[in-house]
Structure formats: C-alpha cells, structure tokens
C-alpha cells in the first residue's frame, strides 16, 4: 500500500486566490513527522512546512498552513494568496518514528502535485 | 551557504560504464541519502546511511552500490550503467530524529 498518496497530479490556481494540495499518509506507528517540499523548475528541494502527529495545532509558516487531520490521516497544504513564484512541483512526504534503520531515518514521499499559477 | 553538494548537475554517460555520483554535506549529519525522481513516480529511496560505513537498502536498490568512507560524504556507484538509470539522482542528509532533509540540487544522469 502507498504510505503517502497525493491525488492530484495537476493543479491551477490563479494568483492571489487560495489552493489546497491533498495528501493522505497510511503509517500504524503514532509517532510520525509529516513534510511538505517545494521543487521549482530549477530543481532543488525547499522545505515548507512540518507537521509531527503529536502537535495539538495546524501548522503555519507564513502563507503555508497544514490542514491536520489526524482521524483522516491527511495533511493538505494550503497557500493562501498564491503568486506567480509558487508554480512548482510539491511534494509531500511522512517520517516514521522508528530506530536508526528502517523506517526511522528515512522520508517516505508522495508522487507529487505540479502547481501552475496563472494571472 | 552551500550546505549539501553534489559534485555533478548534468552527467551522460554510456550504457555498461561505472558511474559515481558524489555528495558532501558540511552540516555534521549522521544521516545522507540517495534518492531517484522519475516523473510520476516522485521521490525512490535507492540507499541510505545512518553511520560511516553503514549503509541501508532503500526501496530501489538493485543497480546500485554506496561508500560511505567518510562522514560527510556519501557516493552512489552504478556499477554497470544502463539507460534505465537515466534520472535526476538526489541526495540528501539530515540528524536523526524527526527532521527534515537538506537536499542537494540533483544530478540529472543521462546513459545513453
């Protein structure tokens, strides 16, 4: 089974509204971190936004927010406000609380979602 | 501010070569990883190191072999190269515990 599915492998957004990218984890283990990345066309990895199972709060990092639903087992990324720069790949990804090896050290990532803002 | 590097942006290479594919981290992490990025396939976990000298198979490992000799520097080889192994290859390190990765800024491999 897919431990990290991201549903949408295009989306469209027009600049300055909101956008939601869907993620669903599948983990047994209650410790876990969950990770939102940001690749560009240029091709590096920026971190946006983290998420651990035991934090009581969404995450936010400026106009990223992490819609939390432990029940559901998703983590959506929200950008409110988008701009011309936020067209890039996201992809989502979830670190399991295990030892050193296995699924300790290791990011599991979701197939990613291709963001195009348009004006 | 470099913090991971790969010591290649753009490789080619030809079918049944040995590849090395180079990664130095400068941050004192335990962790380095080596991943694949294939469209629609995201992110593949091909090794991971959580120690000098230890090494762990990801989730795609034939093909491929790593060194860790040294802390800092984590090699992927392709001992026999073929053109299925063109992809962009990134590496990434992090502490241990539940962090996030730093990336490098990949190494797009073309065997031809």
């Known amino acids: 089974a897919q431990k990290i599915t991201q549903t949408q492998p295009g989306m469209f957004v027009q600049e300055k509204e909101a956008v939601t990218l869907d993620c669903t984890y599948d983990?047994?283990?209650?410790?876990?971190?969950l990770f939102w990345y940001k690749q560009p066309s240029s091709g590096e990895m920026i971190f946006l936004i983290y998420?651990?199972?035991?934090?009581?709060q969404n995450a936010t990092e400026g106009r990223y927010s992490l819609n939390f639903q432990k029940a559901r087992k998703s983590a959506n990324l929200v950008i409110s406000a988008s701009q011309l720069g936020d067209s890039a790949m996201y992809f989502c990804?979830?670190?399991?609380?295990?030892?050193?090896?296995?699924?300790?050290?290791?990011?599991?990532f979701g197939t990613g979602t291709q963001l195009k803002v348009e004006l | 501010d470099v913090k991971v590097t790969q010591s290649s942006r753009y490789l080619v290479k030809r079918t049944g070569e040995k590849v090395f594919l180079e990664c130095v981290q400068d941050?004192?992490?335990?962790?380095m990883f080596w991943y694949r990025q294939d469209p629609g396939l995201g992110l593949r976990l091909i090794y991971f190191?959580?120690?000098?000298?230890?090494?762990e198979k990801g989730d795609i490992p034939e093909g491929y072999s790593v060194s860790r000799e040294k802390k800092e520097r984590f090699s992927l080889i392709l001992e026999s190269a073929s053109t299925n192994q063109t992809s962009m290859y990134l590496c990434?390190?992090?502490?241990?515990?539940?962090?996030?990765?730093?990336f490098g800024s990949g190494t797009r491999l073309t065997v031809v």
């Open positions: 990434a390190s992090s502490l241990t515990g539940m962090y996030g990765y730093t």
């Open positions: 983990t047994s283990d209650p410790s876990y971190g």
């Open positions: 998420q651990g199972s035991y934090d009581q």
């Open positions: 990804a979830m670190r399991e609380g295990g030892g050193l090896t296995g699924g300790g050290n290791k990011l599991t």
């Open positions: 941050m004192d992490h335990e962790n």
């Open positions: 190191s959580y120690d000098v000298k230890m090494k």
